[in-house]
């Protein structure tokens, strides 16, 4: 007897929590995660796939991970210095870039720094 009836075999699935995705999902619907390059080329889904890294490094217990935060970080804060330091920009519009990039930078930097540095501290245990 020939098996007409094939099983359908299991959809798509997200590669970080293996949920079920729709094929079309450029994101996962449970975590969030990017699941295709569209992702990160369509202008505004980059910024949410941008957003889902400094998310998963704010919680990394990998010190090159750490190191790469502060690498990518770096460039940022001195184009801040040069947007704040250049004697042709508006005064008010410079004082107001670097204050948004040293307050945001400066926030994801501390956060990383911290949870990394916590999450050490428990992974050696008390003692
Ligand atoms: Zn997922």
Redesign the pocket.
């Known amino acids: 007897m020939e098996e007409e009836q094939v099983a359908a075999g299991p959809g798509p699935?997200?590669?970080?929590?293996?949920?079920p995705?729709e094929e079309t999902a450029h994101f996962?619907?449970?975590?969030?995660?990017p699941?295709t390059s569209f992702a990160a080329t369509d202008p505004i889904q980059s910024i949410r796939t941008e957003g889902q890294l400094y998310r998963g490094a704010a919680h990394t217990t990998r010190p090159l991970v750490l190191i790469g935060m502060w690498l990518l970080s770096i460039p940022t804060l001195g184009m801040g210095f040069v947007v704040l330091l250049d004697p042709r920009g508006e005064v008010g519009a410079a004082i107001a870039t670097s204050i948004c990039v040293f307050a945001l930078y400066g926030a994801i930097l501390y956060r990383v720094t911290a949870n990394y540095l916590r999450a050490r501290k428990k992974l050696s245990g008390p003692g």
């Open positions: 699935c997200c590669p970080h929590c293996f949920s995705v996962c619907p449970r975590c969030g995660r699941l």
